[in-house]
Each structure stands twice: as C-alpha cells, then as structure tokens.
C-alpha cells in the first residue's frame, strides 16, 4: 500500500515502539488510531500528532466484544482501515521455580503466566482477527491487496532467557501463528507479517542504570547498541508499501543471540 493510504491501528500506540510507529505513519501521509491504556499519554501523542491524523481510544487488548467496537469507530474515524500494527506487550518475568520474600523456593503463580499469554498472544490475535474481519471488505488494490497486519514479537522467541519463560511462549505464540494466518487470509488479500527486534531503546530501558544499558549493548554484535524505535518503525513501514513479504517473522536485532540470562 501507499504510505499516503495507510489507515491502521496501533496498539501500544502511545509510548515506545508503537508511538514511534505512530509518527512514522503519520509522517508519510497516513492517519493512525492509537490503542492503549494510559489516558494522559494518549492525549499528549494525539496533540503531538495532530487531531487529525490520530485519535486515542483506551482499549483492553484482551477484550472481545471491546476490540471490536472500537476498530469500528477507529475505522469511523480514520475514513478505512487497511492495517493493523500490534505493539501492546508486557513482560511477564518471573522464573518457574522462584523465592518469596522469605528466601523459599516457590513455583510461579499460574495466574502470571496466564496474564502474560493473554495479553502478549491472545491480545495480538484478538486485534488481528478484528481487524481483519473488516479489512476483508476493502476494495481489492494493486495484486488484490486490501490490507496488512503486523505482529511484534522478540527475539526472546527463540532464545528465552531465565525467568523469561511466560514472556517467550507468548512472543513464541505470535512467530507460530504468523504462517497459518497468512495462509489463511491469502484469499482475503490480506497479509500477515510479524517483526521479532531484540533489545530497544523503550521506557524500561529508559530507567535502568547506565552501567546495565552499557552492558546489554555491548551483547549486540554490530551494531553494538539498543535499537532505536525509529528503525523499527521504518521496518513497519517497509512492510505494509512491500506486498510480497508475507507469512514471514523478521529479526531486528543487530545479529544479537539471547545468553541464558
């Protein structure tokens, strides 16, 4: 698609790599409806982007019925919808066998792993399945093209650090699912790509010592620094206006490979 065409949702849209691929958006012509559940930021990304290129809705990514209300009134807002970005993500640490504040071994409580599943996973399918319940309904573009939905993962899908192990069967989710859908929303002319970027510049890093961002850097073969939100939203970018990447799961890492914590 033209990036002056782009009409797309961005969950996670008011902070970090979603924010960033907001304004990227935004920047090559398109207008964005930002998902996410900080009110106050939603309004200063809003002011920042202009009134009308982007709107906010608070949305609970986990939420059926929710989710799809409100793509409805984002497409209403937008004038279309033709993508859909999936940013929103928590972490989720914990080890599997853990300590309590006494010192004794306990097992990780169920329902953080769950939590974490479900809004990692189950979020990012909840959106994409909306999404795409509308886009199907587009007028067919250039290759029968009628829409993009993009899935973020993590390289810790591959190699899962200690403690990481609720975080990378979420992110592990959303490589798996990436082919099947493609596949399967081929006849729709809809694509399905997921982005897995390893260590960023995010607000969580943002608050770690410099000591510790110094050291998580120097793990990153070349180059040897945190990615930069902007490269991940270029990478956005250069998916939804390239029709023949599809059913694919990209690295963004600067060849980095996880160490086991």
């Not at 300590?99 to 909840?126: H, I, Q």
């Not at 795409?132 to 007028?139: C, E, K, S, V």
């Not at 493609?182 to 006849?187: D, F, M, Q, S, V």
Request: aromatic residues 6%; neutral net charge.
């Amino acid at each position: 698609m033209q990036p002056d065409s782009v009409r797309a949702v961005v969950t996670g849209g008011v902070s970090g790599l979603g924010l960033a691929v907001a304004r990227r958006l935004v920047a090559d012509g398109g207008k964005v409806a930002l998902l996410d559940l900080n009110d106050d930021k939603g309004a200063e990304a809003v002011a920042a982007l202009g009134a009308a290129n982007a709107c906010y809705f608070r949305t609970d990514v986990t939420d059926e019925a929710g989710v799809a209300t409100t793509l409805e009134a984002a497409r209403g807002f937008l004038g279309g919808l033709n993508a859909a970005i999936n940013c929103a993500g928590i972490l989720g640490a914990g080890r599997v066998l853990g300590k309590d504040e006494s010192g004794t071994s306990r097992p990780m409580p169920l329902d953080g792993f769950a939590r974490t599943v479900m809004v990692n996973l189950v979020g990012s399918f909840n959106v994409a399945k909306a999404a795409a319940n509308l886009i199907q309904h587009n007028a067919p573009g250039e290759d029968g093209e009628r829409g993009a939905i993009v899935n973020t993962a993590s390289v810790a899908a591959y190699e899962g650090q200690i403690g990481q192990a609720a975080y990378s069967a979420s992110k592990g989710g959303v490589v798996g699912m990436t082919l099947p859908m493609a596949r399967e929303l081929a006849r729709f002319g809809i694509r399905v790509v997921t982005v897995a970027p390893g260590v960023f510049w995010t607000p969580m890093v943002d608050g770690m010592p410099e000591s510790v961002q110094q050291s998580l850097a120097a793990t990153i073969p070349f180059p040897s620094r945190l990615g930069k939100p902007e490269e991940f939203a270029d990478t956005v970018a250069f998916i939804l206006r390239t029709r023949y990447l599809n059913g694919e799961t990209i690295r963004l890492d600067g060849a980095t490979r996880l160490q086991p914590k």
